[in-house]
């Protein structure tokens, strides 16, 4: 069957994608506010803006979701989070479809998070769940060139170096215990994240790959995110990817913050842990291969 991409060439449907946020937005009533069809997950399936995953959609009300979605909406779908209380998260993800393929039964689609959205209502629950929502940015607007921003800059050098750090420790790890082979179809209705996936790309390729894929959804040269210059845009990816191997209610604390100076923060703590957790690992791997703290057999 034929894959449908954001990326292939103008004319194919994958081309009316690009538009998603903008047509949705289009519909905003004089609050800012509009309607939106969703997906529910659980707290544990949440992606964080920049993220992507892989749905395998069969049920009837999830396959009106996606016709619709790519119809009137240019894509776009929402998605509610539930916890483990059966609460609904009031903040969620907005995703957008950037691939699709008809299956015998069903269709598979990747969907990326691009940005947040807060649940106002819940409007109806036929044919699947719709929902009253308006966008959720950092409150906050990091002027360009400023101390809070040069701040910012400072910690986003502590976590790519902390990333660099896990990479070379989770790589120490992999040569013992192969990371399993992430499979292209998920086996039912969601594909859950393999964590360990986070440390064998460099994060700052990770974010200038997410920063490419979330403006082709933007119209013009406009900031996403309500963000007022460039550098502030990949503070905020980063923020957010920096998250992306961290327990569930901490990736939740980072979808519902509105500072990015407090979630980079966060981030950096996120993996000052990962990084005492692999290194840990690492020293008694290494015991058990009989060598000493340079990696050599003793």
């Known amino acids: ?30 609050y ?50 539930f916890l483990e209380t059966g609460e609904l998260a009031q903040v969620s993800p907005l995703l957008q479809i950037e691939e699709w393929r008809r299956l015998d039964v069903g269709v598979f689609v990747v969907v990326k998070s691009v940005g947040r959205v807060r649940i106002e209502a819940i409007t109806g629950m036929e044919p699947y769940i719709s929902v009253i929502a308006k966008d959720y940015h950092d409150q906050r607007i990091v002027p360009a060139h400023s101390d809070e921003q040069a701040n910012n800059n400072a910690i986003v050098e502590d976590i790519l170096k902390l990333h660099s750090d896990c990479m070379y420790l989770a790589g120490k790890l992999t040569q013992t ?5 992430d499979s292209s179809m998920p086996l039912w209705g969601h594909q859950r994240s393999v964590n360990e996936n986070f440390f064998l ?27 007022s ?9 980063i923020s957010f990817s920096a998250m992306s191997s961290s327990p569930p209610e901490v990736r939740l604390w980072a ?28 020293a008694l791997c290494s015991l058990s291969r009989g060598e000493d703290s340079t990696g050599k057999e003793s």
């Open 177 to 181: 215990s192969p990371l399993p082979e």
């Open 1 to 30: 069957s034929l894959a449908h991409k954001k990326s292939r060439s103008p004319g194919s449907v994958s081309s009316s994608l690009r538009m998603g946020q903008a047509e949705w937005r289009e519909t905003f009533d004089p």
């Open 255 to 282: 979808l519902e913050q509105t500072n990015t100076n407090l979630r980079l923060k966060g981030a950096r703590g996120a993996l000052e842990e990962q990084k005492k957790l692999l290194a840990a690992k690492a």
């Open 229 to 237: 210059n460039a550098e502030e845009e990949e503070n905020q990816l």
């Open 32 to 81: 800012g506010q509009g309607r939106l069809g969703c997906m529910p997950f659980p707290i544990e399936d949440m992606i964080l803006p920049g993220e992507t995953k892989k749905l395998h959609l069969y049920e009837a009300r999830f396959l009106a979701l996606f016709e619709e979605a790519l119809k009137l909406h240019g894509g776009g779908v929402g998605s509610l989070l």
């Open 201 to 227: 790309v460099d994060l700052k390729l990770q974010v200038e790959m997410g920063l490419r894929q979330i403006k082709e959804n933007q119209t013009g040269t406009e900031m996403f995110w309500n963000c």
